[in-house]
């Protein structure tokens, strides 16, 4: 990566950086930093190899519903959607942890190599190969007692941006003004 590049990323994630009020604690939240990283890519990618192999916009819908159950242990997006109260109208992926991003981030990006790798066309080819890569990554999520069905939704990312943006005004109308300098030693 060349420094132009860096500098750019540093740039985007200076701004998507959170602090905590009064404590020198800066952070991000994982799902800001999905797309600067290149991880929402991936559906992106996945989508495009889809549509050019015989797929359409519900083929594509059912072989991501068809992903979650495997990950999710045969509940549907709707019952995860359900599980953790969530509206019909918000993504699912608003409100799931780090882990659960990264397992089904591995999952597309396996369908994504071995859709290209075999050559694979239509929604039943397609869709195999997603559901079984998302087995295989909760197979090995099993493996270390992890459930992605099980664990704990993430706070609405809306609301947290929210909080963050009220916190951000409160800490502006606190801050005191700066005695206004000599201009001869400002430089």
Not at 71 to 82: N, V
Not at 103 to 126: F, P, R, S
Not at 158 to 169: G, I, M, P, Y
């Amino acid at each position: 990566m060349d420094n132009q590049a860096l500098t750019q990323l540093q740039q985007c994630l200076d701004a998507l950086a959170k602090r905590v009020p009064d404590e020198n604690i800066e952070f991000w939240f994982a799902r800001d930093l999905l797309e600067p990283l290149g991880l929402r890519e991936s559906e992106k990618e996945l989508s495009q190899n889809i549509y050019e192999r015989g797929v359409d916009d519900e083929g594509l819908a059912r072989i991501r519903s068809r992903g979650d159950a495997a990950l999710f242990g045969g509940k549907s997006t709707q019952a995860m959607k359900d599980r953790f109260g969530i509206v019909k109208s918000r993504p699912l992926a608003d409100f799931l942890p780090t882990l659960t991003f990264a397992a089904k981030n591995l999952a597309t990006e396996m369908t994504n190599h071995n859709v290209q790798k075999a050559d694979l066309q239509g929604e039943t080819a397609i869709s195999k190969e997603h559901v079984q890569n998302n087995l295989s990554v909760r197979g090995m999520l099993d493996q270390r007692g992890i459930k992605p069905e099980e664990l704990p939704a993430e706070e609405d990312i809306r609301k947290l941006e929210r909080r963050v943006k009220s916190e951000e005004n409160k800490i502006a109308k606190r801050a005191s003004r700066l005695p206004a300098g000599d201009a001869s030693t400002d430089a």
